[in-house]
């Protein structure tokens, strides 16, 4: 429990199961969420900045820049290196920075990924509940399934949703949306679990309830501040 966050209750955990009763599906977040990805984010971005004769951004600064897909990730580096100006890349310079970062990422994707505690035992309660879960992630689809199978986190959703898998990502409502319609329930039916404002966002746009985690990436600024329905210390709290 960290120090900047309230305890919870028993009467708090208690109201969360009831709620769990009136949902039927639930949608979680990939990075930040389920599993610590940004080591390997950051191994990937400095391996680019190095190709580029740039220094290195560091898992610190990497981890605030997670949560809006890999593009957003790269430029934000490039933006910090100031490696082309303070105007940033243009559009070639960034499609050819993802390009590289995309390569580097594949080969550094499971150095010093692992899986958050409890998730496997939520994972496994829920289901055992009869809950839909899916996946929503910004991340690029082509990453999903080797990083599900390596963490041991295969075979618990019935849809995952890369970040280019639509036109919109989240904070966008459009891919947990797309996700309730597939399975007909309702968005008030459906929780959302995420680390950071997008997650917040998304859900809220959509109708949907959302949990939030305090262990992740919210660009360094408190999740809490974004008034989700409740924050979780660890998804064991699910159990
Ligand atoms: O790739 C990202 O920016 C983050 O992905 P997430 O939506 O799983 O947190
Ligand atoms: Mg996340």
Known sequence: MGALWPEFTLGDVLMMHDALNEIDLIIYDLDGTLIDSAPDLALAVDDVLETMNLPPAGIERVRDWVGNGSR???????????????????????????????????QRMLSNTFCYPGVIDCLEAQRARGIAQALVTN??????????????????????????????????????????RALDIAPERVLM???????????????????????????????????????????????
Request: include cysteine; proline fraction near 7%.
């Open 72 to 106: 957003r990730l790269v430029e934000r580096a490039l933006l910090n290196a100031r490696a082309f100006g303070t105007e940033g890349p243009d559009r070639a310079q960034l499609d050819d920075a993802l390009a590289l970062f995309m390569q580097c990422y594949e």
């Open 139 to 180: 991340k690029p689809s082509r990453f999903i399934d080797p990083l599900l199978e390596a963490m041991g986190l295969e075979g618990f959703f019935t849809h995952t949703l890369g970040g280019e898998a639509l036109p919109e990502k989240k904070p966008d409502p459009a891919p947990l949306l797309h996700v309730a």
């Open 193 to 239: 679990i995420g680390d950071s404002r997008s997650d917040v966002e998304a859900a809220r746009a959509a109708g949907c309830r959302c949990l939030a985690v305090s262990y992740g990436y919210n660009h360094g600024e408190p999740i809490a501040d974004l008034g989700p329905d409740h924050l979780l210390d660890s998804l064991e709290e699910l159990v």
